[in-house]
């Protein structure tokens, strides 16, 4: 199993599609749930369609019902 990290936090990957960048984030397809993402929580993999997101806001935005 990978240990997958985001700036020295545990994180998850989901399958992610980059709409549109600000300076300091992005706004992401997310299985369907649009979504703003700040830089420093996620790092977006273009050629796998892959975002890395720690786990904490993965699970915010989880219970919060846009994710």
Known sequence: ???LV???QPAVKIKAKLIRRS????YYN???DKVW???SCCIY???EGTLLIQEWLYKTLENQGKL
């Open 37 to 39: 993402i700040a830089d």
């Open 6 to 8: 985001v700036n020295d």
């Open 45 to 47: 993999n273009d050629k």
């Open 30 to 32: 997310c299985e369907g």
């Open 23 to 26: 300076e300091k984030s992005g």
């Open 1 to 3: 199993m990978e240990n």
